[in-house]
């Protein structure tokens, strides 16, 4: 059983570049989310969705964009890369109902924009 | 504004030793708590929880205390292994909104052996 399967791991970016950081899980959790690492700041919330089709945002959505058409795929697009943006990316991935309170999560994006 | 903090960046402890991580929380909201162990290189992978009803939550090794009056919850390893030299971090969400899961910046913690 794959999990939360992120893609890539490493990215260097320019300035202005744009990429999608690839999310997908295979344990029909109707709940996904984007978290970004910074050192000595914990995980912050940038986008969430609860089902194909919704999304909202986080504590820090400004800079990005998400997508949910499938239960499975849950991409995240980052359109004008700045500095700023230089973060380990995080998807996770939970159920509903009894234990479904804690989060999957994917291994990681490491990305830098130079 | 972080609603929850972790004030220890770091934390060395003797191998076979007790390890105690301290998180504190500013929302009364919240009745619900995780905690999350990450290594280098890999996500944060679930450890355990508690809910607000209890104060007590026990898996093994792994203790989590709960103080409501305080805000605050401990999670205590007995006895630490090297193999739990991780970066431990605190969650906090309410019931009533899973989407809003609010981490803590994490401990680091050095298991000598």
């Known amino acids: 059983n794959a999990g939360v399967t992120q893609t890539p791991k490493f990215r260097i970016l320019k300035i202005g570049q744009s990429m999608t950081l690839q999310c997908t899980q295979d344990?029909?959790?109707?709940?996904m989310y984007w978290y970004r690492q910074d050192p000595g700041m914990g995980l912050k919330l940038i986008y969430y969705?609860?089902?194909?089709?919704?999304?909202d945002k986080g504590e820090v959505p400004n800079g990005y964009n998400v997508s949910r058409s499938t239960t499975e795929d849950f991409p995240l697009r980052l359109e004008l890369a700045a500095p700023s943006q230089t973060s380990v990316y995080f998807c996770?991935?939970?159920?509903?109902?009894?234990?479904?309170?804690?989060?999957?999560f994917g291994s990681g994006t490491q990305l830098s924009v130079l | 504004d972080q609603q929850v903090k972790q004030n220890s960046p770091s934390l060395s402890v003797q191998e076979g030793r007790i390890s105690i991580l301290n998180c504190d929380y500013t929302?009364?909201?919240?009745?619900?708590f995780l905690w999350y162990k990450k290594y280098p290189a890999e996500g944060p992978t679930f450890l355990i929880s508690i809910s607000s009803i209890k104060d007590k939550n026990e898996d093994g090794r792994f203790t989590v205390f709960l103080n409501k009056s305080a805000k605050h919850l401990s999670l205590h390893i007995v006895p630490s292994q090297p193999g739990d030299s991780a970066v431990y971090f605190c969650?906090?969400?309410?019931?009533?909104?899973?989407?809003?899961?609010?981490f803590g910046p994490g401990t680091s913690l050095s298991v000598i052996p």
């Open positions: 969705s609860v089902g194909a089709g919704i999304t």
């Open positions: 344990m029909n959790h109707n709940y």
């Open positions: 969650a906090a969400s309410k019931k009533t909104s899973y989407d809003k899961v609010i």
């Open positions: 929302n009364s909201m919240f009745d619900y």
């Open positions: 996770a991935s939970r159920d509903l109902g009894l234990g479904g309170e804690k989060l999957f």
